[in-house]
């Protein structure tokens, strides 16, 4: 396919030529005449026998109007495409903090995907990810962006029209930075600032001055969320007393004075505001429909700061509609962050993301919200990654273009043309998590590839949550189903090596612990024997293949700090692997006399689970499914 443009269009040419090899389009002047003119706003793109032409009112929607082009001239058919942009801001968050720190080159790459979807914004999540002068404990051995880094991403996304700004904390979920000896004068809590003093205010003016230098925005996150031990650590040792909220507002209105001086415009995360307006209670008074902002707490509020109304998990319109009118009293304006569940899982709950998304999003155009995002957090360690999750912002593209629900078929032939892949083949990354007994589209954030995977054989700490589920077949069909998906020529096929080969581990893993507790207490000495020279060496085998296949995905989208986390880890399921065949064989060989761990009673791992048809069970931390003898303190952590 080859085109001619016709128009002034040097200010695209960066972008065009960076897509060309990507979509396989050439120029030349015997190219099909393509007619470039801007709008007032709309994004209009044809196709005649003759020429084609695109109409755009941004920089961006040129974009993802020379997308739309290709994609639906490859069809051979004419065509008239009008869109009205629904957000004036739509992109994802990237969460750079926790471990998975993206390559330049990567991001590259997921920018042009971004391109073509027609994004606009991204927003970097830096807790300590990024350099500080002065401070060399700053994101010391985690992958921190330079400087140069920081703008080398900026003035690439610039080239396609797409805003990119840093999401920083100054308050809170600084425990990466603060676990440091030599900076606890910053600490108040092990995660929280100690507000109120010179060090710190020093500090953040010197966080906003490093976070947003390297970007043409003046657009800022400033964070501020799940600040529960605000005021409760030294600062109530050094100070007494005093109402969270006053804290709150003092420390926002210091944040604030930093960031007016920059000529920056500030946004955070809303929900301290709503959790102190109801006396605290974490996450479900966030939510509470009968939560009101008392006018004399609003007054005190400033007005100046975007809110960020954060919202991943409801299915029913009235559930956002309401949560926004609990939010009007503060008088802010507000934006919207929704997520695609890459967290905590290897996989991505699609069934969870995709309905919460088109209902939450739905919602947001109702309600007059202009600005929408799409988190992808990466808790625990971020064995996930964002290419997985591109469906789902493929999704948040099609909406923000979209007065309507985009359609199935609609959202279909986008990701594939956006992305290379098949929708079908994206959603095959839920079912590592959404196993039979599960409840539909998996909405209590069931994690199983990972508890699964993690759980000590001998133990068995998950076995009674997924007692009878036949997952051994599941996982089995799921390799299958997965292996035959791929496409071998696709830029990201890639992603489905690691899924393929977790398959075939916890087809194998998945259930060995009920086998081996119930041949234990049988006495059946041959199964066990057979378990512990055949079965777990060959699970153990199969770890090694899928830690290769996820250790070659890590290092070739993410730099390689954190990387040592997730190889720890593998390194544990191993080792404990061949310490249950040493301790079977040590039994049936009549070296001891019993196996204590198999002697215990397995009792379900939460109240949250299959028997009263709340999923299968979630848990948040590695160190929890790996044994229940972790031991975590940090009242004096040095």
């Known amino acids: 396919m080859k085109f001619r443009f016709e128009g002034d269009v040097s200010d695209l040419m960066p972008g065009v030529r960076l897509l060309l090899p990507e979509l396989g389009v050439e120029l030349g002047e015997d190219g099909v005449p393509l007619r470039v003119e801007l709008s007032e706003g709309d994004l209009e793109v044809g196709r005649e026998p003759s020429h084609a032409y695109i109409r755009y009112g941004q920089k961006h929607q040129f974009f993802r109007g020379f997308g739309l082009l290709i994609q639906h001239s490859r069809k051979g058919e004419t065509f008239h495409i009008h869109e009205k942009q629904q957000f004036d801001q739509v992109g994802p968050m990237f969460d750079l903090s926790r471990n998975a720190v993206l390559t330049v080159d990567s991001f590259k790459v997921m920018l042009n995907k971004l391109a073509l979807m027609g994004m606009n914004t991204v927003m970097l999540y830096m807790e300590d990810t990024y350099k500080i002068e002065g401070e060399p404990y700053f994101g010391y051995m985690r992958g921190r962006y330079s400087q140069d880094e920081l703008k080398e991403i900026d003035d690439y996304a610039h080239q396609f029209g797409i805003e990119a700004f840093p999401s920083i904390q100054t308050l809170a979920h600084l425990e990466e930075f603060l676990k440091w000896e030599p900076v606890n004068h910053y600490r108040d809590t092990k995660g929280a600032l100690l507000v109120g003093s010179e060090q710190t205010d020093s ?35 050094l100070n007494g007393y005093e109402n969270r909220f006053n804290i709150m507002v003092s420390h926002l209105n210091k944040v604030l004075a930093a960031v007016r001086q920059r000529g920056l415009k500030p946004m955070m995360w809303s929900d301290m505001f709503l959790k102190l307006a109801s006396g605290g209670g974490g996450d479900a008074a966030y939510y509470d429909k009968e939560t009101s902002i008392p006018e004399e707490m609003a007054r005190q509020i400033p007005k100046d700061v975007d809110m960020v109304y954060w919202d991943y998990v409801h299915m029913e319109p009235e559930d956002y509609e309401k949560v926004i009118a609990n939010h009007r009293p503060l008088g802010c304006n507000l934006v919207f962050a929704g997520a695609v569940w890459i967290f905590n899982t290897f996989g991505v709950n699609y069934g969870l993301s995709l309905n919460a998304s088109d209902v939450a999003l739905q919602v947001c155009k109702q309600e007059g919200i202009r600005e929408v995002y799409a988190t992808m957090w990466g808790d625990d360690g971020n064995e996930g990654n964002p290419f997985a999750a591109l469906l789902g912002l493929q999704l948040y593209a099609e909406h923000a273009y979209s007065e309507q629900k985009p359609t199935q078929d609609q959202l279909k032939e986008r ?10 083949t994206f959603l095959l990354l839920k079912d590592l998590d959404e196993i039979p007994g599960q409840e539909r589209n998996n909405a209590k954030q069931s994690n199983p590839s990972k508890f699964l995977l993690y759980q000590d054989v001998l133990l068995g700490l998950f076995d009674k949550q997924i007692e009878g589920l036949d997952l051994a077949n599941h996982y089995a069909e799921l390799e299958h189903r997965i292996h035959n998906q791929r496409n071998k020529d696709a830029e990201l096929d890639y ?25 234990y207490d049988a006495k059946d000495h041959d199964t066990l024997k057979h378990i512990a020279a055949n079965v777990l060496p060959a699970i153990a085998k199969a770890v090694h293949e899928l830690r290769a296949a996820h250790r070659t995905q890590w290092h070739r989208m993410f730099k390689p700090f954190g990387w040592e986390v997730i190889d720890i880890r593998y390194g544990g399921v191993i080792n404990r692997l061949d310490t249950a065949s040493f301790r079977i064989l040590d039994y049936v060989e009549g070296r001891i006399s019993r196996i204590e761990e198999l002697e215990q009673e397995r009792l379900v791992y939460s109240s949250t689970n299959r028997f009263n048809h709340k999923g299968v069970g979630w848990c948040s931390y590695y160190f929890r499914m790996a044994s229940p003898n972790a031991f975590y303190h940090v009242l004096n952590p040095f």
């Open 203 to 237: 500090l953040i003016e010197r966080m906003i001055e490093a976070a947003s230098a390297p970007f043409r925005s003046k657009k800022i996150h400033i964070g501020m969320d799940e600040a529960e031990e605000l005021g409760r650590g030294k600062y109530l040792d």
């Open 415 to 424: 990701v594939k043309f956006c992305t290379g892949i098949e929708m079908d």
């Open 495 to 519: 992603l489905f090596e690691m899924p393929e080969k977790l398959s075939a581990v916890l087809k194998r893993k998945s259930e060995i612990g009920i086998v081996l507790k119930r041949s």
